[in-house]
């Protein structure tokens, strides 16, 4: 694509969405994502709550899951 050719990416439409190129992500790095997003989101929650022990289980999981790969 040329910078002049419009694009539009999630609402925006502009010369510089073209030139973004799109990021291929292995599936282990999908698994970290969202191992990284648990963690943030553990913190905020609070301690012995169903949410809480529900997030604590899926981090256990993806932890078991990125070992495995």
Same mark, same amino acid.
Request: aromatic fraction near 8%; proline fraction near 4%; charge should be negative.
């Given at each position: 694509? *040329? =910078? ?6 999630? %609402? ?5 969405? @073209? *030139?973004? +190129? %799109?990021? /291929? !992500?292995?599936?282990? #790095?999908?698994?970290? =994502? ?8 553990? &913190?905020?929650? +609070?301690? #012995?709550?169903?949410?809480? !022990?529900?997030? #604590?289980? /899926?981090? @256990? *999981?993806?932890?078991? &899951?990125? +070992? +495995?790969?």
């Amino acid at each position: 694509m *040329n =910078n002049t050719s419009k694009t539009a990416l999630k %609402g925006f439409c502009s010369p510089e969405v @073209a *030139n973004i +190129e %799109g990021r /291929q !992500y292995s599936p282990v #790095d999908h698994l970290r =994502n969202h191992l990284i997003f648990l963690k943030r989101l553990i &913190d905020t929650l +609070e301690p #012995d709550t169903k949410a809480f !022990y529900m997030v #604590d289980m /899926q981090i @256990a *999981n993806l932890t078991a &899951d990125i +070992e +495995e790969v």
